[in-house]
């Protein structure tokens, strides 16, 4: 049984433009150009001005990390404005909210 989870750039499943990138990263890597599914996946993850324009983050919405959240008994949710993908995975700020998590348990 889990007593304690923590997601970070994760939600319940991938928004329609996630699906679609990612449905393009798998048919280049099928078709032998893994260099360029990579450097796809490199220009959505780089942030702006060279990040793709559009929401902070291709693959999740906000709505699908809150509906992530209500899905998960005591589920609560961060939710960093304008910041992409990677955020949540490499800053400190992050970083510390998921401790302060952690320890709060």
């Given at each position: 049984m889990v007593r304690r989870l923590i997601l970070a750039a994760a939600?319940?499943?991938l928004s329609p433009s996630g699906r679609q990138l990612?449905?393009?990263?798998?048919?280049?890597v099928h078709a032998g150009?893994?260099?360029?599914?990579?450097?796809?996946?490199a220009g959505t993850l780089?942030?702006?001005?060279?990040?793709?324009?559009g929401s902070?983050?291709?693959?999740?919405?906000?709505?699908?990390?809150?509906?992530?959240?209500?899905?998960?008994?005591?589920?609560?949710v961060v939710i960093f404005?304008?910041?992409g993908h990677l955020y949540a995975g490499a800053s400190k700020t992050a970083?510390?909210?998921?401790?302060?998590f952690e320890l709060a348990g």
């Open positions: 939600a319940c499943r990612l449905t393009q990263v798998a048919r280049l150009d893994p260099r360029r599914a990579s450097a796809l996946v780089a942030p702006r001005p060279l990040g793709y324009p902070a983050d291709r693959y999740y919405s906000e709505g699908l990390f809150r509906r992530t959240a209500t899905g998960i008994a005591g589920g609560q404005p304008r910041k970083a510390d909210i998921a401790l302060g």
